[in-house]
């Protein structure tokens, strides 16, 4: 029934030849703001969870400085207690030292090649990897930490992100804004339009109501006049999407320096666009049944 | 007669499945005025059984289209009591009434074809309200276009057809589901006489099988070659007149049939079927049944 000869004349309806660019421009826009919220979306989870795994416990250097011998002594004793502390967390899986060479290669190029003789005295690092799957309780583990080395420090790397992921979060509110605002507009529009066409087809309406066709019967013949509009329109405008994305994506690989993000859908990413397609031809077709079946319904 | 072998889809099997055999059509004192405007209709009182056959004639403007507007339920009296297939007028719901209109066939004056559709759809179009579409349907529909000579018109549109052409398409169109009731609103006005009787034959034939046939016409020639019970509207008298006063001074143009037109008609129509006429403004004698 759905695709049948229609009783009712709509697609010879001045709409019927504007309406399709128009949705095919809203769900261009839908999918470029979908599309963004995806990439955005995925470029924190990468941060977050890259981040999330990793802590950097800091242990101070012994107090005073007397001698080197007993300085390394104390240094080292202290290192063994925070690790006995971090392996005995049950969240945390890995634990390793950092050599103090290591971490004088790190700070070289401020301090030069020996700080210690600079009677700069640099903590000891110890990376951590923890299990994601569990929660860490950080409280308790600097506590545990405090108790062995006063001092200690947890260096979270989330830190540093916040205000970054912060960022990325109102990119992504902005998107989802601007869907629901797309959205708004294409029911609107084919509210209106719609109504137009009920008008405009009055006198056949009235003759199929006087020969029995219930206001469903109708509707019916507009959703589905809706759905091939709004298909047809939102195939447009999902191609265009794809096109402009297709070519964000081959911008950025071209650029070699990595400065731009890298603007990659996965497989799945696209599936979801193509959802706006259909959820937006579904969208159309409800609106237009709901319109006709309540403007009939005040009709005598 | 060719209509015999038409053999139309189910339907509920049957065209007659009246509830326990009500009244088709029945009006009591019904009076219709548009607004403010002048009574269209006056003090109507008629009854149509299962399975009869009347003429509604009358002078244009007595009211007849508005008589049918009234049965199809697109109008509601002003005053008075409208039953329909047993059921008040008033009552039904949008669903009812929807319901009510397709065991109706209507073949409207002005025909009414959906200009886009062809022949053939538009024949379709109560077929597909009552639900009933394929490749064995559209067998039945280009018999009848056959018989009523559009064969060769079938995927014609409407604007390329001359308006007896038109009409027969419309009268395809009432007849094809097999209603309970057709009503006719001057259904020969644009064909010749030839073509006339061939028609009044299709409405006998599907009265014959049950449909309760009332067809508003002022051929007097058609009335007399197919005798049936006449229901004659006059004009109503625009000034209210007294009951007393009307009864007592019949007049043409009043709202009440001229004796010498009852007589006429009655003598008419004693000669083949037995006609009875009904009058406006005279609910108590008038009541057919």
Known sequence: ?300 | MPWRRLTYPARGQKAVFLEGDAIVVRLERVSLRYGDGPYVLRNLSFSLDPGSFHYVTGASGAGKTSLLRLITLAQQPTSGRFTIFGRDGASLNRHERAETRRRIGIVFQEFRLLDHLSVLDNVMLPMKLIGHTGPNVEHHVRELLAWVGLGDWIDALPATLSGGQKQRVAIARAVIGRPNLLLADEPTGNVDDQIAERLLYLFEELNRLGTTVLIATHNEYLTERFPHEIIHLDPVEQAPPPAAAAQAQPAAGSDQATPAKAAERGQASQKKAGQRKHDQNNPGGSAVN
């Open chain 1, 1 to 300: 029934m759905l695709f049948s000869r229609p009783d009712i004349p709509l697609d010879q309806d001045s709409s019927a030849r504007f309406l399709p660019w128009l949705i095919a421009f809203m769900v261009f826009l839908a999918s470029l703001a979908l599309a963004s919220l995806l990439v955005v979306d995925a470029l924190v989870q990468r941060w977050d969870q890259g981040l999330r795994a990793e802590l950097t416990v800091q242990v101070p250097p012994p107090a005073s400085f007397e001698d080197q011998a007993r300085f390394d002594q104390e240094r080292a004793a202290n290192l063994e207690a925070v690790v006995a502390v971090l392996a005995r967390t049950p969240t945390i899986e890995e634990a390793q030292v950092l050599s103090q060479e290591a971490i004088g290669g790190l700070v070289e190029p401020w301090l030069g090649p020996d700080s210690d003789a600079l009677g700069v005295f640099i903590p000891s690092l110890i990376a951590v990897r923890v299990d994601q799957t569990a929660a860490l309780d950080m409280g308790a583990l600097q506590q545990a930490l405090d108790g062995a080395v006063p001092g200690t420090q947890i260096d979270a790397h989330q830190r540093w992100l916040g205000a970054l992921i912060r960022l990325a979060r109102s990119v992504e509110i902005g998107a989802i804004i601007v869907l629901g605002l797309v959205a708004l507009a294409a029911i609107a529009t084919i509210v209106f339009v719609t109504r137009a066409s009920l008008s405009i087809h009055r006198p056949v309406i009235e003759l199929l109501h006087l020969m029995g066709a219930e206001d469903r019967y109708i509707a019916k013949q507009f959703q589905a006049h809706a759905l091939r509009f709004s298909l047809r329109g939102g195939l447009i405008g999902f191609i265009a999407a794809a096109a402009l994305l297709g070519f964000f994506g081959y911008a950025g690989a071209q650029d070699p320096e990595g400065l731009l993000p890298r603007i990659e859908l996965a497989i799945l990413d696209w599936v979801i666009l193509a959802v706006v397609l259909v959820f937006t031809a579904l969208i159309a077709m409800l609106t237009a049944r709901l319109t006709v079946t309540r403007t009939l319904g005040q009709l005598r």
